[in-house]
């Protein structure tokens, strides 16, 4: 086991492990200076975009929505959380210098080829079937996966499990043997 | 920006970073962990449970946090999980992971971003159907496993470490 990999990255027992710190971290200081604990999740914010992008085309109907009520449209601490995702990645592969334009997957490419309209309407495809079960299930990898798991939640378990076992069954055969 | 944007913002870059730097945001590593071909993900995602697990539970023992259990809705999680799960393995990438490609320039992870957005508005569209329907089967609240089981979490946390610890001693065996 080596703690960076050959490419400039770090092990994922050590960057796993130090998100786990992170998560700690956040929740004492979420508690101590908002007032309220906030765990590490990003679902939630699809909802509050879809929200906000739908307001100024309907506003009534986003206001009348029982689920947009209910989340509350706005931008909220997770939502700058997803944002800062984004800086963060952006930040770490520019000083190692794994950023890397990329149009197609190498994994898709080899099974699928390489044309990326075919690319897009799977991956949206994809996108509203899995946010349509996040949703349902209360959450996705982090908030129940990484938030729910360390708070020994029953919901967690149940969710991370049928997450991989819904994903290695669709991957088996969506990719086959022939990406290999 | 308040001081709740600012502390998400911080605490993103910071999982952004990390997330990237454990190179876990690719396409390639989520498909590879479904295929069962590369546990990055695996290493990655239990090396935080672990640690978190630990002091979430020390601090929420210590009244210092509290903790906030989703619920355990029978319908909710059996179906919306099955249905994440098979999203994820054709997007190749989960919400948060999403946006951190985009980061690191892999592009194409916007189409899966548009058709999460997209989601989660057709999500909201069906609530008032789902709450009729697959919501209403059966909730069994917001539980934890230690009350569920009626075993100390004190006893689950080791047990719980023990058998992922075996799995790194696996995954390392078999060098996947």
């Given at each position: 086991m080596k703690w960076k990999t050959e490419d400039g990255g770090w092990s994922p027992y050590l960057a796993g492990a130090l998100v786990g710190l992170l998560a700690i971290a956040s929740a004492y200081a979420t508690t101590q200076w908002l007032g309220k604990t906030s765990y590490l999740g990003a679902s939630t914010t699809f909802v509050r975009a879809a929200g906000l992008l739908e307001?100024?085309?309907?506003?009534?109907?986003?206001?009348?929505?029982?689920?947009?009520?209910?989340?509350?449209?706005?931008?909220?601490?997770?939502?700058?959380l997803v944002l800062g995702i984004f800086l963060g990645a952006l930040a770490a592969s520019a000083v190692d210098r794994s950023f890397k334009l990329e149009a197609i997957p190498p994994t898709w490419a080899r099974r699928f080829g390489r044309s990326v309209g075919k690319r897009a309407v799977w991956a949206i495809l994809g996108g509203i079937v899995a946010m349509v079960g996040a949703r349902m299930a209360g959450g996705c990898p982090s908030g129940h996966g990484l938030s729910g798991m360390m708070q020994l939640s029953v919901s967690a378990f149940v969710a991370l499990g049928m997450f991989f076992g819904a994903g290695v069954l669709v991957a088996a055969l969506v990719y086959g043997r022939r990406s290999s | 920006m308040s001081r709740e944007q600012l502390f998400g913002l911080v605490t993103g870059v910071l999982f952004g970073f990390l997330l990237q730097k454990g190179r876990v945001l690719r396409f390639d590593k989520q498909v590879g962990a479904m295929l069962l071909k590369d546990m990055t993900i695996f290493k990655f995602m239990l090396s935080a449970i672990l640690v978190?697990?630990?002091?979430?539970?020390?601090?929420?023992?210590?009244?210092?946090?509290?903790?906030?259990?989703?619920?355990?809705?029978?319908?909710?999680?059996?179906?919306?999980?099955?249905?994440?799960?098979?999203?994820?393995?054709?997007m190749g990438f989960c919400p948060g992971t999403s946006i951190g490609a985009l980061g690191e320039g892999r592009w194409h992870a916007a189409f899966a971003v548009v058709g999460m957005v997209l989601g989660a508005a057709i999500y909201a569209e069906l609530y008032p159907f789902f709450q009729k329907t697959v919501l209403a089967w059966k909730d069994f609240g917001k539980i934890g496993l230690p009350d569920a089981l009626g075993i100390s979490r004190w006893i689950i946390i080791p047990v719980f470490w023990a058998i992922t610890l075996l799995l790194f001693f696996w995954f390392e065996k078999k060098q996947v």
């Open positions: 307001r100024p085309m309907a506003p009534d109907h986003v206001e009348q929505s029982e689920y947009f009520t209910k989340t509350k449209v706005r931008v909220d601490w997770q939502f700058l | 978190g697990m630990v002091g979430i539970t020390l601090l929420a023992d210590a009244e210092v946090i509290t903790l906030s259990h989703k619920s355990m809705n029978l319908g909710a999680v059996l179906v919306g999980g099955g249905l994440f799960g098979a999203g994820w393995a054709v």
